[in-house]
């Protein structure tokens, strides 16, 4: 299973933001909602997903780069394998999100 440093989940970072809807075989699924202004420091994912539930702007910095700034739409979403990242919510509406991670071993 890919390593995770406890001190960068996501569930340490960001608790406040997260909630978890369900944990089991392996799999975190998890509704992260941040308000405008709000943001996330550095965190790490294991293989995980983000699915759009509610949208807005986002400025997202993935493992170290520039910051991107992300015009979150409902019904996006995105498969990932593990990285780090931090964000910030830059626009006036809530943005929420379906996240799942994936704790699987890793070759």
Known sequence: M?????????LAIG???????SDTLGIQLMEFTMKPG???GLHEHYDHTFYVLEGGNM???VNGTEA???DLKPGMG???G??????????????????TEVHRPRE
Not at 2 to 10: F, K, M, Q, R, S
């Open 59 to 61: 400025m997202l910095y």
């Open 15 to 21: 608790k406040e933001y997260t909630n978890v809807l």
């Open 82 to 99: 593990p990285l780090k990242d931090a964000a910030k919510n830059v626009g006036n509406t809530t943005i929420k999100l379906l996240i």
């Open 68 to 70: 991107v700034e992300l």
């Open 78 to 80: 995105q498969v990932s």
């Open 2 to 10: 890919a390593y995770i440093d406890p001190e960068l989940d996501v």
């Open 38 to 40: 709000d943001s996330i």
